[in-house]
T-cell receptor, first 111, second 113 residues
Framework: QKEVEQNSGPLSVPEGAIASLNCTYS??????FFWYRQYSGKSPELIMS????GDKEDGRFTAQLNKASQYVSLLIRDSQPSDSATYLC???????????FGGGTRLMVKP | EPEVTQTPSHQVTQMGQEVILRCVPI?????FYWYRQILGQKVEFLVS????????KSEIFDDQFSVERPDGSNFTLKIRSTKLEDSAMYFC???????????FGPGTRLTVL
């Protein structure tokens, strides 16, 4: 059974702070890793993709991947109240093209 | 910016009835997917579709479910005889390539009474 695990939160950070979201996955053969943002009642919105070990930056977002530790993280710099949402970690293994999602971490950014 | 669209946004049906959920994937994408999310639970994979055939399906996608690409733009999910437990948000997604970024539509909320 392929598992993707996230702390459900809520993670509460003050406006302007760095939010750090973490995810672990069970399938060592996983190749592609994604972070989605989901507002309540809405669909997942792709924020970041990462395919190789190390960091990938896009604006205020940085994704970090460590395949040896089976660990993916997302850093959000200068957090804004509009960043308040549930952040979903998702993984594709090398056998298929289906996304396996974690349960999500709820982020609350307080003004 | 191209996006995945879905209709209807909300579908209410009686148990045992057939429903068809419709999706228009992004035009140059080749891989299409259906996922569902029961309220308060994880997003779950149902099926992937490529080159006019199912490429992968989950245990949830049993004989009551089917998918079709009836023309060059639409991608549909049919549930033949709905059950109460089919009530969920159903998301269509598409991607250019296998293992690539998947973009989700706004979803159809299915309520089975």
């Amino acid at each position: 059974q392929k598992e993707v695990e996230q702390n459900s939160g809520p993670l509460s950070v003050p406006e302007g702070a760095i939010a750090s979201l973490n995810c672990t996955y069970s399938d060592r053969g996983s190749q592609s890793f994604f972070w989605y943002r989901q507002y309540s009642g809405k669909s997942p919105e792709l924020i970041m993709s990462i395919y190789s070990n190390g960091d990938k930056e896009d604006g205020r977002f940085t994704a970090q991947l460590n395949k040896a530790s089976q660990y993916v993280s997302l850093l959000i710099r200068d957090s804004q109240p509009s960043d308040s949402a549930t952040y979903l970690c998702a993984v594709i293994d090398n056998a298929g093209n289906m996304l396996t999602f974690g349960g999500g971490t709820r982020l609350m950014v307080k003004p | 910016e191209p996006e995945v669209t879905q209709t209807p946004s909300h579908q209410v049906t009686q148990m045992g009835q057939e429903v068809i959920l419709r999706c228009v994937p992004i035009s140059n994408h080749l891989y299409f997917y259906w996922y569902r999310q029961i309220l308060g639970q994880k997003v779950e994979f149902l099926v992937s579709f490529y080159n006019n055939e199912i490429s992968e399906k989950s245990e949830i996608f049993d004989d009551q479910f089917s998918v079709e690409r009836p023309d060059g733009s639409n991608f549909t999910l049919k549930i033949r005889s709905t059950k109460l437990e089919d009530s969920a948000m159903y998301f269509c997604a598409s991607s250019q390539n296998r293992d690539n970024e998947q973009f989700f539509g706004p979803g159809t909320r299915l309520t089975v009474l």
